[in-house]
C-alpha cells in the first residue's frame, strides 16, 4: 500500500486566488519584456558590429589620407605639380570621408549605450518580478499575506523599470548597475 502524503488544504481560498492572479500577470509582463529586451539586445549587437565596421573604416580613411598627403609632398619635391594636385585632392577628399565616418561611428556608439541603458531596464524588470514570482508562491504555500504583499511591492519596481524600459524613461539605478555587473 502505497500512501499519499497529506497536504492541508487552505483555508484561505481569497489568498491562494491573489496568488494565482499575481503569477499570472506576472508571467504575462515577463514574457513580454523578455520579448522586448531580446530585440534590444539584437539592437545592440548591430550596434556594435556597425561601430567597429565604422571605426575600422574611419582608420583605413585616415591613413589613405595621409598617403595621399605624403604623395603630394614627394611629388611637389619633384617638380610634378599637376600629379600633387591630384594627390592632394585626393587627400581632402579621404579627410572630408574620415570625418563622416567618425560621426557615423560616434553616432552607433551612443545608440548602443542608449539601448545598455534600456538593456538594463529590462534587465532590472526581470529580476524584480522573479522575486515577486517567487516570494508570492511562498505565500500561498505559508499562507502568509505578509508575504504576497512583500512581493507586490517587488513586482512594483518590476513593473516600473519595465515600463522605463519601453517608454524609455531616464530612470536607471546606476548604483545597483554597477553592483551587479
Sequence with gaps: MTEGVDVPETSDRTLNRMVGATVVALSVLLTIGNIKDGNIVQNMQA????????????????????????????????????????ATKTAARYRSESRGLQDQARSAETDYDVQGRRDDQFDLAEGFMSIALAVSGISALTESRKLLIIGWIAAGFGL??????????????????AFLT
Design 47 to 86: 550596434d556594435q558590429a556597425s561601430k567597429i565596421d565604422l571605426w575600422d573604416q574611419y582608420q583605413a580613411t585616415k591613413v589613405k589620407a595621409h598617403l595621399s598627403e605624403d604623395t603630394a609632398m614627394m611629388l611637389t619635391a619633384l617638380d610634378k605639380i599637376p600629379e600633387s594636385a591630384a
Design 160 to 177: 516600473l523599470f519595465l515600463i522605463a524600459g519601453f517608454l524609455d524613461l531616464p530612470i536607471h539605478p546606476d548604483v545597483l548597475v
